[in-house]
């Protein structure tokens, strides 16, 4: 969702040519291979890659481009909390598009990976789509189901496999307020950059929820933007790469 917008528009595409459109349609398969495996809709820095962009929860749209993947859906997955956020099988998931998706991928000889962006408004109060969420075990336990459903041993209803997904993203540049607000608050006397706090709580969410449906799975955690102004105080404060890692790892990073 792009700033501003009702939160976590999840759009996945599969095929080759056209653009990626606000709005959402249905992902088409093709039968030349895809120029990239899937192209998620992100505010506007966005870039096509073989990755899936999977939020918490989708509902709102994104004005983001892609020029290399030829079709989007829009996908709400989880809009009121789960009443089991660790099972894939919770009626409040609606993983369809991303099943699709998997399949697509591995059809044309593409290993997905899942980049985890977005906090649904239940989980934050509110706060926006770029917002922490307030506890970290609700990020946990989403990225469990998701782990769980694409473990490449979960049977959907048809008795077909749901796939597998081995390589996962948490969050996406951090130390942007684009992605992630707010990045530099005073404390005290002190200025403290609170998005690295944040983060640390959801890297190792997201890596624990991983990890525990499978120890082979990898995941990446930083995915930094490459720079940033170190300036508390002003309309769009940032943090430069390593000062966030360096604060990521005080505040508790494994």
């Given amino acids: 969702a792009a700033a501003g917008e009702r939160p976590h528009a999840v759009r996945t595409g599969v095929g080759v040519g056209g653009s990626v459109e ?24 966005q870039r096509c890659s073989n990755s899936i962009t999977m939020p918490a929860v989708s509902a709102g749209r994104s004005s983001a481009t892609c020029s290399r993947s030829s079709g989007v859906s829009s996908l709400m997955l989880s809009p009121s909390r789960p009443a089991n956020a660790a099972n894939p099988a919770d009626p409040a998931y609606d993983w369809v598009t991303y099943d699709r998706t998997v399949r697509y991928a591995f059809a044309y000889k593409m290993a997905p990976i899942f980049t985890v962006v977005g906090t649904p408004s239940w989980a934050n109060a509110s706060a926006g789509w770029n917002a922490a969420p307030t506890n970290a075990a609700d990020l946990q336990a989403f990225v469990t189901a998701a782990a769980r459903r694409y473990s490449g041993k979960y049977k959907l209803p048809d008795g077909t496999n749901a796939g597998l997904v081995r390589k996962w993203i ?21 200025w403290v950059i609170q998005s690295a706090r944040d983060y640390a709580r959801m890297c190792n969410a ?34 430069s790469p390593l000062a966030f890692l360096r604060a990521m790892k005080l505040a508790g990073a494994k």
Wanted: proline share 13%.
């Fill in 22 to 45: 606000p709005g959402g349609i249905t992902a088409r398969p093709t039968r030349k291979p895809p120029a990239a495996a899937i192209a998620s809709l992100m505010p506007s820095a």
């Fill in 170 to 190: 948490a969050w996406n540049e951090p130390n942007n307020p684009v992605f992630l607000k707010p990045q530099i608050v005073r404390s005290g006397s002190k």
């Fill in 206 to 239: 997201v890596v624990k929820a991983v990890k525990s449906v499978s120890a082979a799975n990898k995941v990446a955690c930083g995915v930094t933007s490459p720079r940033g102004n170190n300036q508390p105080g002003t309309i769009r404060s940032s943090v």
